[in-house]
């Protein structure tokens, strides 16, 4: 199976613009995040999905002083830009991984990636987040690539080309849908915050970067805990924003994502 990770990535976080070049132990996410995401050993190529805007011009440096695939496409239009550059590779399964998610544990991301491949004839869409467990920045969704173009030719509404999958997860009717939950029986997704989008995420990050990175980079999300539990003033440098989501603007759009899910601000 020819399986190719999708990292979509662009400047302009509206946000927090120019997320993806803050500097993390040196290097920038963008290269934090790819360096974790090529430590898993089912993610398959990975491609970077960036836009044709000039400002992400400096993603494309970045690409290619590291030798990182990339394809350059519409910036509004997600689902598009997965399925061209999947298209691109070839791919007989997709993996969705977003850019904003740079503490994720590549442990994780294979776990979701095995699943599907043991279940392959029996699922269409495999993901930690329908219901999510894991603390929110662990975001992995896989697909076979027949799924994503039924997607993409068949999704109209505008949420559903911003975030790419929707259209999949919100007709389990039509797809079946499986679902990967942390094994230790626990929901952090609402209570623990590892994405970014605001400057007190940065600051969190950071520090998880300075205390952990120069021990083990491979660290996990077993070693982050940990820190959080010695060090409980890091957990509550970004804590106001847990459970925050883009669901929450599109909760009367979202037929499959109760209010429990997202908070609203």
């Known amino acids: 199976m020819n399986i190719v990770t999708v990292i979509q990535a662009r400047t302009g976080s509206t946000r927090l613009p120019n997320k993806v070049l803050m500097p993390f132990a040196g290097k920038t996410l963008l290269e934090r995040m790819i360096e974790r995401v090529r430590w898993s050993e089912l993610a398959g190529k990975i491609i970077v999905a960036t836009t044709e805007e000039k400002s992400d011009d400096v993603i494309q440096e970045i690409c290619e002083k590291n030798n990182f695939l990339i394809y350059r496409g519409s910036t509004e239009d997600l689902l ?11 791919a007989d399964a997709v993996v969705k991984i977003p850019s904003d998610c740079p503490l994720i544990d590549f442990r994780i991301i294979d776990k979701v990636i095995d699943y599907f491949i043991k279940n392959s004839e029996k699922f269409d ?25 039924d997607a993409w030719e068949n999704a109209t509404r505008k ?7 929707p259209y999949i997860w919100e007709n389990p009717d039509k797809f079946r ?20 989008d605001y400057p007190e995420d940065y600051e969190f990050i950071r520090r998880v970067y300075d205390e952990l990175y120069n021990k083990n980079p491979k660290f996990s999300l077993e070693e ?37 899910q997202t908070k609203i601000i």
Not at 81 to 86: E, I, N, P, S
Not at 127 to 149: C, K, R, W
Request: charged share 25%; aromatic share 10%.
């Open 224 to 260: 982050i805990l940990n820190l959080l539990e010695e060090k409980p003033e890091i957990k509550k440098i970004n804590e106001k924003y847990n459970g925050v989501n883009w669901y929450r603007n599109h909760l009367n759009e979202l037929k499959t994502i109760t209010a429990d």
């Open 80 to 90: 598009d830009r997965h399925y061209q550059a999947a298209k691109l590779l070839n």
């Open 177 to 196: 849908i499986g679902n990967v939950e942390w094994e230790t029986g626990l929901n952090y997704s609402m209570s623990h915050r590892f994405t970014i």
């Open 159 to 165: 949420l559903e080309r911003e975030h790419t999958t």
């Open 125 to 149: 869409f495999v993901s930690n987040l329908h219901p999510a467990t894991y603390p929110d920045g662990n975001d992995v969704e896989i697909m076979h690539f027949s799924v994503l173009e």
